[in-house]
């Protein structure tokens, strides 16, 4: 075997071997963050997502996404909306760039940010499905834009919804019985969303 082949093996082996170290590593700092995560240690979580083996073994953008969650897990708002703000700035795979928006877009309709998730709604139709179109828009005119007319479509697509989605669904109509002024049934409905939120 010449010099060159001998070479090829051994970068092919180091590139395996590399690859491997490199997937442990992030198993147990993914275990590690978890029992942190879950003990309340987020000062610890967030020094080691900020160390050299922290960004060695995350992209930034799961590094961020993990900060903001801990951001918003500490009710540190205006955190979570810059590094929120930080991440879309960030170039992206599709569907990290669909996640990031839709996160960003849910977050300026509660916080009543009309102009930032007017932008987002722009994006969202030109890049999304049907159905997500057809929910951000309904968002907007709830939240926003305090509109009632959605009331009717929302309850009969209710039964249909995975449970996961019904939570954000009754909250909707409670919302729209609210922009209506008839408090007992927007009392009703988000009494019904809290079992799934």
């Known amino acids: 075997m010449n010099w060159i082949s001998q070479l090829g093996v051994v970068l092919v082996v180091g590139v395996v071997l590399y690859s491997a170290i490199k997937k442990g590593v ?6 590690q963050y978890m029992i942190w995560m879950q003990s309340g240690a987020y000062d610890r979580l967030l020094d080691s997502l900020r160390s050299w083996k922290g960004k060695w073994a995350f992209p930034k953008y799961n590094r961020l996404l ?10 540190e708002d205006e955190k979570a ?3 929120l ?9 599709p569907m990290q ?4 928006v839709l996160r960003a877009y849910e977050s300026y309709i509660y916080e009543g940010n009309r102009k930032q998730a007017k932008a ?25 834009s305090h509109k009632a007319n959605h009331i009717d479509a929302l309850v009969q697509m209710l039964p249909e919804l995975p449970e996961h989605q019904k939570g ?8 729209s019985y609210a922009n209506k002024h ?4 927007a009392k009703e409905y988000e009494e019904q969303a809290k079992q799934y939120l």
Do not use: F
């Open 26 to 31: 992030q198993k147990s700092l993914e275990r």
């Open 66 to 75: 993990m900060e903001m969650q801990i951001a918003q897990l500490q009710n």
């Open 81 to 83: 909306n810059k590094i």
């Open 85 to 93: 703000e930080e991440l879309l700035s960030i170039k992206t795979n």
């Open 97 to 100: 760039r669909q996640d990031l």
């Open 120 to 144: 987002l709604l722009q994006e969202i139709k030109k890049t999304m499905d049907q159905n997500t179109i057809q929910r951000a828009e309904w968002m907007y005119d709830i939240y926003l």
């Open 168 to 175: 954000a669904c009754l909250m909707m109509i409670a919302k």
């Open 182 to 185: 008839d408090d007992q049934k």
